[in-house]
Each structure stands twice: as structure tokens, then as C-alpha cells.
């Protein structure tokens, strides 16, 4: 704080006596010569009994920390010794200067008792709510498994059903296994997702970053989706022909979940449009424009870009939003396993050192772009 200004004037209606903050002048050895109205309200003292005592004796290892408070031009954090020994928990900010003519010092004290006990609370508060937090990311996590595989077994045997392994079906009995079917699997996917961003959250989650193929994992992908692709008639295209680092040092198994969950977005929600995925390096100019400013000379080649688009799925600006906030209760209904799904991508990729980009408007459908570095 600069107050030096202050003091260039002795009339008393100038001095330090209208801040609004406790003043000391102190000698060097800090020894108070004076003190402004204000300090004598803070101690609820008189002049005559803080005159000629020392900056220790009102604020606890004053001495030491006005050190370095004055070395470092900074504030710092300190308990008053009050005159009242049984008023303990008083707590000022304080911040000083030297005048290198006079070699004196200014300190100026703030009484921060009410701020600190409100962010004491705050703190209390939050640490209770991420222990509620952690403790249920715990015992879903747990019980992840057994709810999971419930769902598959309704899922299989529905489908064994509808498959004649029980005998022939009425079209009733056909149409309730199919809705069966469909919303066992529907939930599977929705739960799955969740438990997923629930370990993320309780950082339980331990990457193995060892050197792989990204184009061997991207071909292998396409090959396992390809055919649910055609059942389904969408229409998909990939295109990774401008790639040309092969090398990455992420978890693979993270980034072949990654690319899953794309795929699965795809599959869920593509109807009669066309879906995409485009994999290649991002120009230097969108990492600038982006801020990945890790070094001075960015090499886009240590980068990956997916760009990921489907044209049956539309978001609506408020969902845009408020997208990668999961707990956020929007006018439109969605899977949430849809949001999860987005938001388990965005904690993965952030953990990379990574970001992701959501675009969305009529007519053209959606946009999922995220990079990627390769170490």
C-alpha cells in the first residue's frame, strides 16, 4: 500500500488520522512514535499506552513479520495482542512501507476478525459437503458392479425371449421384451457413464502413460463399429489422413475410451443424418487462439484435433451453455447419459492437458471438437 504521500504534510486534518485503516509510525527497531485515531479504536487503548511500546507487544511475532512484509511488499495475516488477554481470536491484514529518507515505517492494519471467521466457515462447510461427495462417489463406485450386471442379465434374457428361446411370443409379449430390452440397455449405457464420471470425480483414476499407435487404435475402433454402423444405416465417415505424429504417450486405454464414447453418441442419436469424425494436427493459429501457449514456438504436430459431428443431434443455446455442467436442470429433457458422457470426456481430456468445444445450431447439427497433445 502506498502511503507515504500521507505523512508529507503535518496539519492534522491531512495526516493519517482520515484512513481508514489502523496506522503505526514506527522507528526501525519498531518502536512506535505514533499511531492514527484508528488504532486507538482497534485496542480500545489510549495514545500514552501505546506510545514508546514496541510493534510486538500489539501484534503476535510483529518483529518478524514486518520483515518481511516490508523485504517482500506484500500483506500478510496476523493476531493482535489485545489488551484484554481473554479477546484472543482478533486478526488483522497488515502491509507496511519504508521511507528510505527518514528510514521509518508505515504499517497499516486491517481488521479481518469478521472475514475470517466467515471463510473459516466457508471452509468447514466445504470440507463437510466433499466429504458427503467422496463418500457417495465411494459407495457407488462399489456398487457400480452389481447394479451394472442386473441390468445386463435383464437385458440378456430379454433378448434370449425375443430370440424364441422360451417358445413362440404373442406380438404383445414381443412388443413389452422389445421395450424391456431397449430401456435395460438404455439405462446400462446411462449408469455406465455415470459410475465413470463418478470415479473421475473421486480421483481413484490412475493413468498408465505408455507409448502407443494412435492410427492402429483408430483403425482398430472403426473395425468394431463399422458394422453396427451399417445395421443401423448411418452414415459415417472417418478421416485421419492428414495424421502424421503416429506416436502418442497418453493412456491408450483412456484415449480408446475416449473415442468409444464418440462412436456410442454417434450410434445413440444419429437417425437419417450423417456422422463424422476428422483426426489430424490443429493449425498454429488455433492453439494460439486457444491459449495452448506451453512453449514460445508451438509445433501443431504435437498435437492431435478431433472433430467429431453429427447431424441429427442439436443443442439448444441454453443447453450450450450450461453443457459441462452435469447438475444443471435445463428446460430440455435429455438422456443423462448424454451429459455425463460429455462431461466424463471433458474431466479426461482436461486431465491430458487437454480441452474440448461444443457447437451446436439447426441445420447443421453438432460439433464435439477437442485437442489433444501427444506426450
Not at 142 to 158: E, H
Request: hydrophobic share 40%; proline share 2%.
Amino acid at each position: 500500500m502506498k502511503i507515504l504521500k500521507y505523512f508529507k504534510s503535518q496539519k492534522e486534518e491531512t495526516n493519517f488520522n482520515l484512513l481508514p485503516d489502523g496506522i503505526f509510525t514506527l522507528e526501525q527497531d519498531g518502536k512506535i512514535i505514533d499511531v492514527n485515531n484508528k488504532v486507538l479504536e482497534m485496542y480500545e487503548m489510549t495514545r500514552f499506552e501505546i506510545l514508546g511500546r514496541y510493534f510486538s507487544d500489539f501484534v503476535e511475532n510483529g518483529t518478524s513479520i514486518l520483515n518481511k512484509v516490508v523485504q517482500n511488499k506484500s500483506t500478510a495475516t496476523v493476531r493482535a495482542l489485545m489488551k484484554n488477554e481473554e479477546i484472543r481470536n482478533v486478526f488483522f491484514e497488515i502491509s507496511a512501507i519504508r521511507n528510505p529518507e527518514t528510514l521509518k515505517v508505515y504499517v497499516s492494519a486491517r481488521n479481518i476478525t469478521k472475514q475470517k471467521a466467515e471463510q473459516k466457515t466457508i471452509n468447514e462447510k466445504y470440507a463437510q459437503a466433499q466429504k458427503i461427495i467422496d463418500g457417495k462417489n465411494d459407495f457407488l463406485i462399489d456398487a457400480s458392479g452389481s447394479i451394472l450386471s442386473s441390468l445386463v442379465s435383464i437385458g440378456g434374457f430379454s433378448r434370449a425371449l425375443l430370440d424364441g428361446i422360451g417358445g413362440a411370443l404373442s406380438e404383445k409379449q414381443q412388443k413389452y421384451l422389445n421395450i424391456i430390452n431397449t430401456n435395460s440397455k438404455d439405462l446400462s449405457y446411462d449408469l455406465e457413464k455415470l459410475f465413470a464420471l463418478f470415479k473421475l470425480e473421486s480421483k481413484k483414476v490412475q493413468y498408465n502413460n505408455k507409448g502407443f499407435d494412435l492410427i492402429s487404435l483408430i483403425k482398430s475402433i472403426d473395425r468394431v463399429y463399422k458394422k453396427d454402423f451399417q445395421d443401423k444405416k448411418i452414415i459415417f465417415s472417418l478421416d485421419y489422413s492428414t495424421l502424421t505424429q503416429r506416436d502418442c504417450y497418453l493412456d491408450g486405454e483412456v484415449i480408446e475410451y475416449i473415442l468409444r464414447c464418440i462412436m456410442d453418441i454417434f450410434l445413440r442419436f444419429a437417425n437419417l443424418g450423417k456422422c463424422s469424425l476428422n483426426i489430424g494436427h490443429p493449425p498454429v493459429d488455433f492453439l494460439k487462439q486457444k491459449d495452448f501457449s506451453a512453449n514460445d514456438s508451438l509445433d501443431s504436430t504435437k498435437y492431435v484435433l478431433f472433430e467429431a459431428k453429427i447431424t441429427d443431434l442439436v443443442f439448444s443455446q441454453e443447453e450450450l451453455d450450461n453443457i459441462f455442467d452435469l447438475y444443471y436442470k435445463g428446460s430440455t429433457k435429455r438422456p443423462i447419459g448424454l451429459k455425463a458422457t460429455l462431461n466424463l470426456l471433458k474431466l479426461y481430456i482436461n486431465d491430458f492437458k487437454g480441452d474440448i468445444w461444443v457447437y451446436s445450431k439447426q441445420n447443421f447439427g453438432t460439433m464435439m471438437t477437442f485437442v489433444l497433445p501427444l506426450k
